[in-house]
């Protein structure tokens, strides 16, 4: 009889000591879970979502000195990128661009959060309404005076963190 209470209690505690291991490890594996699901979907986003750089240039007349081509007042560099990716690409204004001198460049504000001052940039697609793939976007940097002549570093990252480089020397 006693062999008897004692496997009871064994399985019991077996049964018990189950419940406690399954209920501490399941949660653990659902967002375990989740954190892949959520992971394959970013992985996958980026794969889908890609951005090229295929030309930039500044408002340079025929002789290679800046002048004002377009008459807006300001001195432009203008820099074209295509969507070679199969998503479309919301959210534009808040994509970030580094420009400058090679060495020397920093994050140009978009024209919404520039408060008015120089440099900014602002963007347009140019054979599309939405940035969906194969349409390109143009987006012109603003300056409120001559830039120096040299090589310059340009990156755009759009929201989902693609980025694409160009180096160009005006």
Same mark, same amino acid.
């Given at each position: ?48 979502? #890609? ?15 800046? #002048? ?9 560099? $203008? ?22 001198? #090679?060495?020397? $460049? ?65």
């Amino acid at each position: 009889m006693d062999k008897a209470i004692t496997t009871t209690f064994m399985v019991i505690a077996s049964v018990v000591c189950a419940a406690l291991v399954f209920n501490a490890v399941y949660p653990a594996v659902l967002r375990s879970s989740d954190a892949m699901i959520s992971m394959k979907v970013r992985v996958d986003e980026r794969l889908r979502g #890609q951005i090229d750089v295929i030309h930039a240039t500044g408002e340079l007349d025929s002789s290679g000195l800046w #002048q004002d081509i377009n008459g807006d007042g300001n001195f432009d560099v $203008f820099v074209w990128v295509k969507n070679v990716g199969s998503l479309r690409i919301v959210a534009v204004n808040r994509s970030d661009v580094f420009f400058g001198l #090679q060495g020397n $460049f920093s994050r140009i504000p978009h024209e919404d959060e520039a408060g008015g001052s120089y440099p900014y940039w602002e963007w347009e697609i140019e054979n599309d309404s939405e940035w969906n793939p194969t349409a390109t976007l143009k987006i012109t940097i603003n300056f409120d005076s001559v830039l120096s002549q040299g090589r310059y570093f340009l990156k755009v990252v759009i929201p989902n963190g693609l980025s694409d480089e160009y180096h160009f020397s005006m």
